[in-house]
């Protein structure tokens, strides 16, 4: 390839040396012109891309990624590339794609604006990155069809359609089965979806028969493991030709551990309401939390029921909220004492309802420990500032993050505490959450508390949380 690339002007990127994993996977990137490399969270994913990039002299790269780390891509080509690349980030307000740049950096959520995928299509592209990656797993969302293409086969118009290289990155390649994995497969690997001498990839349905456990529920069929006769080709024929997996404490020895703990809070007070609904749902949460050992995932179930409440704040919806009010004040006497004890080790707390983080962040004010907050409704950019204000600022204590909109990208090992005043029912954003703190920079033990109100359905699925073993490490080691 003739290159117009020149070397970097900034002289640490030249100094900065990869550990030797991650030069594996730069190679092992540079071999590939579509792969997904799904290291666990924290290992320097994007470091490797970079360095990938350079060693295939990429001149043009569109990366995608989550509104948290926009910003936080075009400070890794500062730090990482050997090359002088100019990083254009589209900024939601103004959609516009600088010609010139050489790296251009989109949010998962602009994808859909159709004036942007036109300039897209408009222009050549060396290298499409897609950052966490996981956001393109569901075979029936716009952004997947967007990303792929409505055959989930880099049809002409989809974003992965745009370049000869397409890059996944995440650190959560399938959250809870096998499955999840069909539609990268499909649209860049598809020879590996050919069994048997089969003439044609197999179908989603197809996939899931023959390599996961579907049953049927009250709410359709639903995918609740993995098939164990099946697994070793699954993983043999399937993963690992196109998935680079290697976890944290195993590439790193060094690291330091982290461990979880459940920790009980007695409430205040259970408002009436909040006990009517616990009266009322208890026995559907304890009927799904038995059908554990028989292989179906209570959680799905309290999911289904969750989605199906919340656009009326009833049922389980309701009851979260309330449950997560509950424990703000549990949360602030759990820092309290953290602070007396540690005046100088920082916290991340971990919401799932704004209200909930704002009432913290009301709260942590008051203390005066200077609160850092992401949510929703902060931009990229704001994210970024409250990012660095949290890793850089003594007098900024604590960092409160909506758990959807900061359980990614973020590098918060200013902290070794992380506290969930309210967790999510999905296990593995929990632990994308925790690895914001234990990730590669992070030089001591990490402590993640999780609070259950005593007694209460709350306790109930936080001791699921918990123990849960994940079908991920069975499946990807």
Known sequence: MTTTLRPTPYTDALSVQLHPFQRVGVEWLASQPTAFLGDQMGTGKSAQAIRA??????????????TNAVYNWRGEFRKFSRYARTTHVVDAGHVVIDPSASVVVVTHGLLKRES??????AQRWDLVIADEAHAFKHASSKRTHVFYGPNFARDPGSIAALAPRVWLLSGTPAENHGGELWTHVHALRPDLLLPDGATTPLSYDGFTKRYCIVKLTGYGPKVVGNRQATLPELRDKVIRPFVLRRLLATVVPEMPPIR???VIVPPDHVPADLRALESELGDAVLNAMANIDAGVDPLEVLRCLDAQESAKDGGISRLRRLTGHLKVRPTIALLSEHFHAYPDRKVLVAARHLAVVEEIVEQAEAHGWSPARITGAVSAFGRHQAVERFQTDPRCKVFVGQITACATAATLTAANEVVFAEASWVPAENAQFAARA?????????RVRLLALAGSIDEAVMDVLVRKVRVVKELLG
């Not at 942007?116 to 299509?121: D, G, K, S, T, V």
């Open 116 to 121: 942007l995928r036109r300039q897209m299509a």
């Open 53 to 66: 990039a350079d060693a295939v002299e990429a001149q043009r790269i569109l990366v995608t990624a989550p």
């Open 438 to 446: 234990w990730r590669i920079g992070q030089k001591n033990d990490v």
């Open 260 to 262: 979880y703990e459940a």
